[in-house]
């Protein structure tokens, strides 16, 4: 009976969960209740617990984590200065007098706007209140509205600069040393932020590729879910020049995202240092915009400050969760039960798979990201999985998980900024087709690693 205490350790943590409990305190408390248990009645070697300075020191001084303040720091500062909704009405005035041209708009804003905040509430929210109603407002199917947004807030999770791929790669990286040295390699190989961000960017793309060929075929097949709008109309009756208008919201965010993407792509800056430069970028255009007032910046400050303070308690109390874990000796339970399943690795990624995906109901990316992934990913690497492949197929499972009916945190963001005759079912409905086209993605990684794994090997190439 004790070999299974990792597994009631696990449903300990669920249960606080399900009870309303903050992810970190749940995970921390209950790791220390099970550690004292454990310690009074001899299963349990409070030695484990004497690597959590070590380990608490360690994350504190992890220079890649200072990314993630960074990015977060630049995604809001863009959101208050308004530049969203600038570069929505400009990318509007380009393809909103074309059939489906507003939803390709939003599929194409959003994609930018996941890839400088990289936290999904806060793109479904963004993208929700600033072109939901426009889209109702000009006859948008309200599923098809509804589905493209949520859709495109969950590329926060794949699209680069992301910091859910800020940490998996972090934990990654650990993951696969600690892989390698079991595996008696002790010279081991070295991932990157950088290598999941570049790994990332051919099935990013795709997913957003296949999304803009699901809305332009609605709106062929069936015009009046996604009409035209007239250009008097998106105009506003500005009398300034479109090609002016276009400049003044195109140009400055996609400039600070190529600018961080590229440093970051040409090997000219780490991630971290890219997230310095998205960071001043942000600031200097919202400061040339006439939004940087001191109440804007005292906002996107704590705004900032809080989601830090968050991930980095999380990340204590995940620490605390997998000292306990291994103490009972839950690494072992696992290897075992991976080297007994069918089918080998791929039995064993299948599981992980559907675990991930159902966690996704419950939890954020970063518990996950920091509880599931360090236990699960060091026995799939050692089964000789890729830990690009590994990564990147983890993020977009989450991203689908994120998206599913009836749980998906997505849903729930977009139905608390919906107005009232915005229906639910609408909603549900409308995310299904989107759910479809991650899934096919999913398989085509399956089929062919060689999308995620093809570019890191080209840029980092000797």
Same mark, same amino acid.
């Given at each position: 009976?004790?070999?299974?205490?990792?597994?009631?350790?696990?449903?300990?943590?669920?249960?606080?969960?399900?009870?309303?409990?903050?992810?970190?305190?749940?995970?921390?408390?209950?790791?220390?209740?099970?550690?004292?248990?454990?310690?009074?009645?001899?299963?349990?070697?409070?030695?484990?617990?004497?690597?959590?300075?070590?380990?608490?020191?360690?994350?504190?001084?992890?220079?890649?984590?200072?990314?993630?303040?960074?990015?977060?720091?630049?995604?809001?500062?863009?959101?208050?200065?308004?530049?969203?909704?600038?570069?929505?009405?400009?990318?509007?005035?380009?393809?909103?007098?074309?059939?489906?041209?507003?939803?390709?708009?939003?599929?194409?804003?959003?994609? $930018?706007?996941?890839?400088?905040?990289?936290?999904?509430?806060?793109?479904?929210?963004?993208?929700?209140?600033?072109?939901?109603?426009?889209?109702?407002?000009?006859?948008?199917?309200?599923?098809?509205?509804?589905?493209?947004?949520?859709?495109?807030?969950?590329?926060?999770?794949?699209?680069?600069?992301?910091?859910?791929?800020?940490?998996?790669?972090?934990?990654?990286?650990?993951?696969?040393?600690?892989?390698?040295?079991?595996?008696?390699?002790?010279?081991?190989?070295?991932?990157?932020?950088?290598?999941?961000?570049?790994?990332?960017?051919?099935?990013?793309?795709?997913?957003?590729?296949?999304?803009?060929?699901?809305?332009?075929?609605?709106?062929?097949?069936?015009?009046?879910?996604?009409?035209?709008?007239?250009?008097?109309?998106?105009?506003?009756?500005?009398?300034?020049?479109?090609?002016?208008?276009?400049?003044?919201?195109?140009?400055?965010?996609?400039?600070?995202?190529?600018?961080?993407?590229?440093?970051?792509?040409?090997?000219?800056?780490?991630?971290?240092?890219?997230?310095?430069?998205?960071?001043?970028?942000?600031?200097?255009?919202? $400061?040339?915009?006439?939004?940087?007032?001191?109440?804007?910046?005292?906002?996107?400050?704590?705004?900032?400050?809080?989601?830090?303070?968050?991930?980095?308690?999380?990340?204590?109390?995940?620490?605390?969760?997998?000292?306990?874990?291994?103490?009972?000796?839950?690494?072992?339970?696992?290897?075992?039960?991976?080297?007994?399943?069918?089918?080998?690795?791929?039995?064993?990624?299948?599981?992980?798979?559907?675990?991930?995906?159902?966690?996704?109901?419950?939890?954020?990316?970063?518990?996950?990201?920091?509880?599931?992934?360090?236990?699960?990913?060091?026995?799939?690497?050692?089964?000789?999985?890729?830990?690009?492949?590994?990564?990147?197929?983890?993020?977009?499972?989450?991203?689908?998980?994120?998206?599913?009916?009836?749980?998906?945190?997505?849903?729930?963001?977009?139905?608390?900024?919906?107005?009232?005759?915005?229906?639910?079912?609408?909603?549900?409905?409308?995310?299904?087709?989107?759910?479809?086209?991650?899934?096919?993605?999913?398989?085509?990684?399956?089929?062919?690693?060689?999308?995620?794994?093809?570019?890191?090997?080209?840029?980092?190439?000797?």
């Amino acid at each position: 009976m004790a070999e299974f205490i990792p597994l009631w350790l696990f449903a300990g943590v669920c249960v606080c969960l399900l009870f309303g409990y903050p992810v970190a305190f749940s995970l921390g408390g209950t790791a220390l209740i099970f550690a004292a248990v454990g310690s009074f009645f001899g299963t349990f070697d409070g030695v484990f617990l004497e690597a959590l300075p070590n380990r608490l020191f360690g994350i504190i001084g992890n220079e890649t984590l200072i990314a993630v303040p960074l990015f977060v720091l630049m995604g809001v500062l863009l959101e208050k200065s308004k530049l969203a909704e600038k570069l929505l009405d400009s990318m509007a005035m380009l393809f909103g007098t074309l059939r489906g041209g507003l939803g390709i708009s939003v599929i194409l804003v959003g994609m $930018l706007l996941a890839a400088s905040t990289g936290i999904v509430g806060a793109t479904v929210v963004t993208m929700g209140m600033i072109s939901l109603p426009t889209m109702l407002r000009r006859g948008y199917d309200p599923a098809l509205a509804a589905g493209t947004i949520c859709a495109t807030g969950t590329l926060g999770q794949i699209i680069p600069p992301s910091i859910a791929l800020v940490l998996l790669g972090d934990v990654m990286s650990n993951a696969f040393q600690k892989a390698q040295l079991e595996m008696g390699i002790f010279s081991p190989k070295t991932i990157s932020v950088g290598d999941l961000f570049v790994g990332a960017l051919i099935p990013g793309l795709i997913l957003v590729g296949m999304y803009i060929l699901y809305v332009i075929a609605v709106a062929w097949l069936q015009p009046h879910k996604a009409p035209a709008v007239p250009r008097e109309e998106l105009r506003n009756g500005s009398t300034e020049p479109l090609a002016i208008q276009l400049i003044k919201g195109l140009v400055p965010p996609l400039a600070l995202i190529f600018a961080v993407l590229g440093s970051i792509l040409s090997g000219i800056a780490t991630p971290t240092e890219a997230a310095g430069v998205g960071a001043l970028g942000a600031a200097i255009l919202a $400061l040339a915009s006439g939004k940087l007032s001191f109440p804007t910046l005292k906002d996107a400050v704590y705004s900032t400050t809080k989601v830090t303070c968050m991930v980095f308690m999380i990340l204590i109390g995940a620490s605390l969760f997998s000292l306990v874990f291994r103490g009972f000796g839950g690494e072992e339970l696992i290897q075992d039960f991976f080297s007994q399943l069918p089918g080998g690795v791929v039995g064993a990624m299948i599981v992980v798979m559907l675990l991930m995906f159902f966690l996704g109901f419950i939890l954020d990316f970063i518990e996950i990201t920091f509880v599931v992934v360090p236990i699960v990913a060091p026995v799939l690497l050692a089964m000789g999985l890729d830990p690009v492949w590994l990564g990147i197929m983890m993020a977009i499972n989450l991203q689908t998980s994120f998206l599913t009916p009836p749980f998906g945190f997505a849903l729930f963001y977009l139905r608390g900024v919906a107005p009232p005759e915005l229906k639910t079912q609408s909603i549900y409905k409308g995310v299904l087709p989107f759910i479809l086209i991650q899934l096919f993605v999913l398989l085509m990684l399956s089929i062919w690693p060689e999308l995620a794994t093809w570019l890191p090997e080209q840029v980092y190439a000797d």
